[in-house]
């Protein structure tokens, strides 16, 4: 299994959706939050998942229940998996 880390970036993405949720319902809020952080860690299990995103390097990962978006890179050097973005789908960010 290779280990999964999450950037500053992506960290604060989980936080802002989570806060932005949980001002409406908060027991969906940690469903979402569990829903996106158990694709994350499915990842240092199968790395391949998802397709190649428009940024160099990385993949996208859909989670089709919500229409949040993961972006991670596979790096080599120790060999782990970052997860860089985590977004919602109607943001239509350059990802």
């Known amino acids: 299994m ?3 880390r999450f950037s500053h970036r992506a960290l ?8 932005y949720i949980e001002a409406r319902n908060p027991i969906a809020a940690r469903r979402v939050i569990n829903r ?3 694709l994350c860690f499915a990842l240092g299990e199968m790395p391949g ?3 190649p995103s428009e940024v160099a390097g990385a993949r996208k990962l859909l ?3 919500w229409d949040y978006k993961i972006i991670y890179e596979i790096a080599a050097d120790p060999d782990r998996i970052v ?4 977004y ?4 239509n960010l350059p990802y």
Request: charged share 30%; aromatic share 0%; no cysteine.
């Open 12 to 19: 604060a993405d989980l936080e802002d959706i989570a806060a």
């Open 2 to 4: 290779i280990p999964v």
């Open 36 to 38: 996106i952080e158990e």
């Open 63 to 65: 989670v089709p229940e």
């Open 49 to 51: 998942l998802g397709r």
């Open 83 to 86: 997860v860089l973005r985590v």
């Open 88 to 91: 919602h789908g109607a943001r």
